[in-house]
């Protein structure tokens, strides 16, 4: 198309050799100059682009840590003190122990947000994930509702990022049924295969519509969901009114082989 405009124009305004040379030149220049113009806006739009991605997710990865380790904390310190209260009148040994693990709590969302905020110390990984969630059932300790816990398979078929990323999607399920379905029965159960890690945490709750949840765009199902799809896995949530609520997760691991290389 440019090089049949250029012909055209040379046929028209060429009297000699010498401007059609400088018309060629001329031509090839604008031709040029066009397109690295529209080539240098495009990259900039691309670049504008990757910018805005990048922030909009940076925003969402800073609403999970603030929802999942900030917001934890300060749910697990209200209930403490609220317990404490229950059995100060009877039980002043046990009031104690519950102000105990809410100053704990406190303290442990005081150095996440000094983590989160300074971004200069990165969360240490769960080295432990059976310890992690038997450590969260202590500090959630309820007498009315019972709580299974089974972990099961070697922890070293997972990374410590992949155990990190898990205790805290399975922490938020199973905070989620305390908080909100009114349960007597939490049973929760990890899987660890070297391809493979899957959880479930069931409860016998009230339930919930998930339609109703989707609309309402809650964080903790929102964190649960990207977090695992952070890590190429998915979580899927069954539940239905008066039915109680199901919660699986489903992690892929990269096989490690501990064979010696062979020649």
Avoid at 10 to 33: C, H, K, N, R, Y
Avoid at 111 to 140: D, M, W, Y
Avoid at 171 to 178: F, G, V, Y
Wanted: proline share 4%.
């Amino acid at each position: 198309m440019a090089l049949s405009q250029l012909a055209r124009r040379i046929a028209v305004e060429a009297d000699s050799p010498a401007e059609a040379f400088t018309l060629v030149a001329t031509g090839m220049e604008e031709s040029l100059s066009r397109r690295i113009r529209e080539s240098a806006e495009s990259y900039h739009r691309f670049l504008l682009n990757q910018v805005q991605e990048a922030q909009g997710e940076e925003r969402r990865r800073i609403a999970r840590e603030l929802h999942d380790r900030i917001g934890h904390g300060i749910s697990v310190a209200h209930q403490q003190l609220a317990l404490s209260e229950v059995h100060r009148p009877t039980d002043p040994a046990r009031a104690v122990v519950k102000i105990g693990v809410a100053q704990q709590a406190i303290q442990e969302t005081m150095e996440n947000l000094r983590q989160i905020t300074s971004e200069l110390h990165p969360q240490v990984p769960v080295r432990s994930l059976e310890k992690a969630l038997l450590g969260f059932l202590e500090a959630v300790e309820d007498d009315v509702v019972s709580v299974g816990l089974d972990v099961n398979g070697d922890e070293s078929w997972a990374e410590p990022r992949v155990l990190d990323e898990a205790f805290l999607i399975i922490r938020e399920a199973a905070r989620n049924a305390l908080s909100h379905a009114g349960p007597s029965v939490i049973l929760m159960r990890v899987d660890i295969a070297p391809h493979e890690l899957s959880a479930t945490v069931q409860d016998n709750g009230q339930g919930f519509d998930l339609s109703s949840a989707r609309d309402r765009g809650g964080v903790g199902l929102t964190s649960m969901r990207e977090r695992a799809e952070l890590l190429g896995g998915h979580v899927a949530i069954s539940s239905e009114q008066g039915n109680g609520c199901l919660v699986e997760l489903f992690i892929p691991l990269k096989r490690q082989s501990h064979e010696p290389d062979r020649p």
